[in-house]
């Protein structure tokens, strides 16, 4: 907020496209820093948190609009300018009546014990983003959880369904089957790769606890597909995979995808699978051009 501030020190009308890169420049942001999202990927950092420092400022009277698109600063805003801070945050705005009453409104609006993330060191919509993630987290662990408590059976079964909600095959009947019985190779599941059955991919699914699956482990699976002469296969389980077992997978010469108990439970929650949705949110802006009247 102090460099928007002091970019607009001179009094002129200026733009929010060049506060951006007057601000970027001052910072030495590289593009791929410029290229940085939010948690969600759905906006850009810095041009989030500019956005955001511009309301918070005119919010606190310390910038004013006097045309849409254009922002100038007050006699506040050179006040404050004037006693020669290091740092203008959102604990300084508190001062100001004016910016207190919005945030209370704010607070009026949410569940602030959600929320764990120092309100004052981030945007509203990184701290949203931060509550969801927090919240995905959570039900990805319980997730695994309770895959880990069902039976080997049920858990060939749910990486067979899995896999269809992910696209492959179609419609459960048609796309896969669950193999897993004594003589089946090392085999746990078949599915077609796609609606027309052109290849099919073999499924190992291991529901193991605290053990690490290794490289011999995997290289027993990638010797199973050569006894079906296949070439894909998926290797999933509820732990995890040591360095020599992905290093194996990216050596030879079949496709073997190797899915951990961390994987697992992103894709679970992804795709809908032991999941439902409660509650759905919609973020919305200011529409600036609703109220032009140009």
Do not use: C
């Not at 607070?107 to 602030?112: E, I, L, M, P, Y």
């Not at 927090?134 to 067979?160: C, D, M, N, W, Y």
């Not at 669950?178 to 078949?190: C, P």
């Amino acid at each position: 907020m102090l460099p928007l501030l002091r970019f607009l020190a001179d009094g002129a009308d200026r733009s929010v496209r060049e506060a951006r890169e007057h601000i970027a420049s001052e910072f030495e942001l590289t593009e791929t820093e410029l290229r940085e999202t939010v948690p969600s990927g759905k906006k850009g950092l810095f041009a989030d948190r500019l956005s955001w420092a511009t309301t918070f400022l005119k919010q606190a009277g310390l910038l004013e609009s006097p045309k849409r698109g254009l922002y100038r600063i007050t006699a506040r805003g050179r006040e404050v300018l004037g006693r020669n801070l290091t740092r203008v945050d959102n604990k300084l705005l508190e001062e100001f009546p004016e910016f207190r009453e919005f945030r209370a409104r704010s607070a009026a609006r949410a569940d602030n014990s959600v929320v764990e993330v120092d309100a004052s060191e981030v945007t509203p919509d990184e701290n949203l983003d931060a509550a969801y993630l927090r919240l995905r987290a959570a039900i990805e662990t319980e997730l695994l959880q309770h895959v880990k408590s069902a039976s080997p059976e049920f858990f060939e079964r749910l990486v067979v369904q899995l896999l269809v909600r992910m696209g492959y095959g179609g419609t459960l009947e048609d796309a896969g089957k669950a193999v897993g019985r004594a003589g089946d190779g090392g085999i746990d599941g078949i599915i077609k790769e796609d609606r027309l059955g052109l290849d099919v991919i073999h499924i190992q699914a291991k529901r193991w606890d605290n053990r690490t699956i290794g490289r011999p482990d995997v290289q027993a699976f990638a010797g199973s597909l050569d006894g079906v002469r296949a070439k894909k296969g998926i290797f999933i389980t509820t732990s995890s995979f040591s360095t020599d077992a992905q290093a194996f997978v990216e050596r030879i010469d079949k496709r073997i995808v190797l899915i951990d108990g961390h994987r697992l439970g992103e894709l679970m929650f992804d795709f809908g699978v032991g999941v439902t949705e409660v509650a759905s949110y919609a973020i919305k802006r200011v529409d600036s051009d609703f109220f032009s009247e140009e």
